[in-house]
């Protein structure tokens, strides 16, 4: 990379190893230059997949997540590497959903968060998982998650 804003990068542009464990994850920024509007980024990973800590069986969800920067911007190649160090990690739905939304707070003090895990049935229940950081900033235009509720063969 030539550009100096992005010396600090470790991973984009490079091959990189897959995390074993979201805790190894290295989630990395970016500067936001939003010049102070308050401009939504969404992620959507509608294949995310992690393992029941009782079963080992496998857990899939579809997760939106929604910020309003601060002054920082999560580098893409990151999440998704920090998503899918989740493949072998044991853990409920609503602690990894929250694991997201924790590691996203910390390294970008964003705005304003939401996150909504829309979880797969397990044992034919599904389960949702939302949180957010508070109430968006006034005036900011929030687009409805879109994600259907589950409704098997309905």
């Known amino acids: 990379m030539t550009d100096d804003r992005y010396a600090n990068l470790q991973q984009l542009g490079q091959q990189t190893a897959m995390p074993t464990r979201p805790e190894e994850a290295v989630l990395e920024r970016v500067a936001a230059h939003v010049d102070g509007k308050n401009a939504v980024v969404r992620f959507t990973c509608p294949e995310f997949t992690s393992l029941c800590p009782l079963t080992g069986q496998p857990d899939f969800a579809h997760i939106v997540i929604d910020y309003i920067p601060g002054g920082w911007l999560v580098e893409s190649k990151s999440l998704k590497l920090f998503f899918q160090s989740f493949r072998n990690h044991g853990a409920f739905h609503e602690a990894c959903t929250l694991m997201i939304a924790d590691r996203l707070v910390a390294l970008l003090a964003p705005k304003w968060l939401r996150i ?29 998650q879109d994600v259907p509720p589950y409704r098997g063969r309905g």
């Open 116 to 144: 909504g895990a829309y979880w797969y049935p397990r044992g034919g229940i599904p389960i949702d998982v939302f949180w957010q950081t508070g109430a968006p900033p006034e005036g900011a235009w929030i687009p409805a």
